[in-house]
């Protein structure tokens, strides 16, 4: 990205109107590199500068990440006509550009990540990356041990091919947590439904091997820390070649559709 007006960087990443950030500007409350920046007319780079404003880093486009604690009842959507989406549970400032990363059901809860970083994203949903998520999982009837054996195995769920390999454990009862390395329209719902059981609860606790904050009440989102974001590069790995293109104009467009969801 070339060097811009301070000015217009606040305002592209949603810190306020270019009049409003101005005041921002001149009122001492953003800085340049640890500095004062107290002029909006200041040429920066978000991708080589680092810029604060009212203590709020202003990250390059591509580069935002989002823990969400998704609550039972909204969908997992950029823009939805008649629900609400977890875009509307982020601040106004910071929605510019962000797409849900994967698809959770209407009432299931828990880890949802939230970017702008289509290239990152595509990565960790890719079927080739095999990224792990881990699920709390409430069943109707109690879980026999031997029904871990089978998700072990893998599972006819009624696709073209069975479901790879998943690790079903700590059962209590009829709770257990379930870990996936793949993501197909509801997956674990089909799986426990497979062997006789029904899904009444599921929670995501985890996806890359970053889990979710336990200080984060539900409805409720923070940014990622440079630690969590590579973490999630390590699970996702290196691009190649053979993920194909990396759109994330496909992300930011999509709007709600039962079919997508992957749990």
Same mark, same amino acid.
């Given at each position: ?12 990443? +949603? ?18 590199? +640890? ?26 486009? +591509? ?52 970017? *702008? ?31 871990? +054996? ?92 053979? *993920? ?20």
């Amino acid at each position: 990205m070339s060097r811009e007006r301070l000015d217009k960087i606040l305002a592209g990443a +949603g810190a306020g109107s270019r009049s409003d950030v101005k005041k921002l500007i001149r009122a001492g409350r953003v800085t340049v590199n +640890g500095e004062p920046a107290l002029r909006p007319e200041i040429k920066a780079d978000p991708a080589v500068d680092e810029i604060v404003a009212d203590g709020r880093r202003i990250a390059p486009e +591509g580069e935002r990440w989002f823990m969400l604690h998704k609550p039972a009842g909204v969908v997992s959507a950029v823009r939805d006509a008649k629900e609400k989406t977890v875009l509307d549970l982020i601040a106004p400032g910071d929605r510019r550009g962000l797409f849900p990363v994967g698809r959770l059901d209407k009432d299931t809860t828990g880890l949802l990540l939230l970017t *702008d970083d289509g290239a990152l994203a595509h990565r960790l949903l890719s079927p080739r990356r095999h990224v792990d998520k881990i699920y709390l999982v409430r069943c109707r009837e109690e879980i026999p041990p031997e029904t871990a +054996g089978r998700f072990l195995e893998g599972l006819d769920i009624g696709d073209e091919k069975k479901t790879l390999p998943a690790v079903l454990e700590d059962i209590q009862g009829n709770t257990c947590r379930v870990t996936l390395r793949e993501g197909r329209y509801h997956q674990v719902k089909r799986m426990f439904a497979a062997v006789g059981n029904e899904v009444t609860g599921l929670h995501r606790l985890a996806m890359g091997g970053l889990f979710l904050d336990e200080d984060l009440k539900p409805g409720t989102a923070r940014r990622l820390t440079p630690e969590e974001l590579a973490q999630l590069r390590q699970a996702a790995g290196p691009r190649d070649d053979a *993920d194909g293109p990396e759109e994330a104009a496909e992300f930011e467009t999509e709007e709600s559709t039962e079919a997508d969801v992957e749990e």
